[in-house]
């Protein structure tokens, strides 16, 4: 069950994760960051039934509030898996801090992130490449879909569709800028302006935001989670659709004297 509209108007407190989703021993916490910073991360866990899967861990600053977070709910022995959808600090720099936990973590990503990973400084992990393997499937046979991303905003960009709860996890996509912000986005129009702020810097043109929209535009979804800024429910996932695909961004603004 989305559990979303319970925290519209709740006051969200750093240090405690938020149940979002639970149905038949599968649920889905926020972990945080609840920090006064435009910036500012969201790290998810899934858990199904014993497994336990982090969704961007996040910079390595806030390795520790996420950990005890993570102590509240289970046995740090029973993360079994980091998804990191790209290789920017604020998503992965944490990743060596969970494998020094434990070296046995497998690590869910795209090659081209892959590639780039190890200059954090931890090379010999499990790999699970999403290239090869376009789903992840739990010992319960329950899935989550990887779905490409490309130039959003990094080549190897993707993002990760729980097909229980079937919400997306969507990293920098639908990311917003925001210091006032709420866990639950309450006004779309508003929630626009902020992630303009992010999106015209950083992703790369329109074609790459129509051509995710294209990818996903089939898939049942019903609700969007954003590495930054609010959480976008059921109730704006369209307009979330709508946004993306009329996006003018990146290499568009930048030589828009060269376009026809
Ligand atoms: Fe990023
Ligand atoms: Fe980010």
Known sequence: MNLLSKYED????GDKSI??????NHKIYWLGIAANDAFRCNVYLIQDDDEYIIVDSGGTEFFHQIKNNIE???DLSKVTAIILCHQDPDVASSMIDWLKINPKLKIITSARTNVLLPHYGISNYDFYDIGENLEYKFKSGRILKFIEAPFLHSPGAFTTLDLTADFLFSGDIWAALDIDWKLIVDDFDSHE???DLFHIDYMASNIAARGFVRNIKDKKIDAILPQHGSIINTNFVKNALDYL???ECGTDVV????SN
Do not use: G, H, P, W
């Open 193 to 195: 302006a902020m992630m």
């Open 72 to 74: 509240k709910i289970t």
């Open 10 to 13: 709740v006051e969200i407190d």
């Open 19 to 24: 149940l979002l989703f639970e149905e038949n």
């Open 245 to 247: 695909e009329n996006l």
């Open 255 to 258: 030589y828009s004297d060269l």
